[in-house]
């Protein structure tokens, strides 16, 4: 059974990067035909689609994150990663990583961290 | 404001159906069958109970039912029960300039 978890500073001045890590057991990130992702949700908001990575490696961004993300996976590590320049409060969400084998469509979702962007 | 346009709140009592709609546009819903529907309980990660449009994971209760029609995509959950109470989100691929995901705003089921 694949299972996720997120990892990374629960608390992030503004201006600065948000980094997470999502750690996969329980199968590859290198399987074929999934998707790797991340979605935010704001204190008491929506969900909010960030941005994933195939297994191939090609990256996909929500256009209005774009400028300011990164998306990227290190197979011998089974683990991908978020990158989030230049934080301000907007960002402050519980950050869940994802996976599936459709784009659109995330079926295993870690377990969700927060994190808070305040001086 | 979401991408997507969900009711804030739909009740129903137990036994009875009720239906959330998620209306997109052309460049989303209307165009593809890549409609998504996640059950949310508080302080809990979202779980996927449809995929393209009326698909059920393993697991889902057939009670969960998924439609289209033009830009508008519904959740139907017949037979409501007590622990269906929880947030709904829908979502759906969307090309513009890139291809992506949007969600909508969640929806809010009360069981009476």
């Known amino acids: 059974q694949l299972h996720l978890q997120e990892s990374g500073p629960g608390l992030v001045k503004p201006s600065e990067t948000l980094s997470l890590t999502c750690a996969v057991s329980?199968?590859?990130?290198?399987?074929?035909?999934?998707?790797w992702g991340w979605v935010r949700q704001p204190p008491g908001k929506g969900l909010e689609w960030i941005g994933s990575?195939?297994?191939?490696?090609?990256?996909h961004y929500n256009p209005s994150l774009k400028s300011r993300l990164t998306i990227s996976a290190v197979t011998s590590k089974n683990q991908f990663y978020l990158k989030l320049n230049t934080v301000t409060a907007t960002d402050t969400a519980v950050y869940f990583c994802?996976?599936?084998?459709?784009?659109?469509?995330?079926?295993?979702w870690g377990q969700g961290t927060m994190v808070t962007v305040s001086s | 404001h979401s991408a997507l346009t969900q009711p804030a709140s739909v009740s129903g009592s137990p036994g009875q159906s009720i239906t959330i709609s998620c209306t997109g546009t052309?460049?989303?819903?209307?165009?593809?069958?890549?409609v998504s529907w996640y059950q949310q309980n508080p302080g809990k990660a979202p779980k996927l109970i449809l995929y393209e449009v009326n698909n059920r994971p393993s697991g889902v209760p057939h009670r969960f039912s998924g439609s289209k029609s033009d830009n508008t995509a519904s959740l139907t959950i017949s037979g409501l029960q007590a622990e269906d109470e929880a947030d709904y989100y829908c979502?759906?691929?969307?090309?513009?300039?890139?291809?992506?995901?949007?969600f909508g705003g969640g929806t809010r089921l009360t069981v009476l």
């Open positions: 994802v996976t599936g084998t459709a784009f659109e469509a995330f079926d295993i």
């Open positions: 990575i195939y297994y191939s490696g090609s990256t």
């Open positions: 052309s460049s989303d819903i209307g165009d593809y069958n890549y």
């Open positions: 329980g199968g590859s990130i290198g399987r074929s035909s999934s998707y």
């Open positions: 979502s759906s691929y969307r090309t513009t300039t890139t291809s992506h995901v949007v």
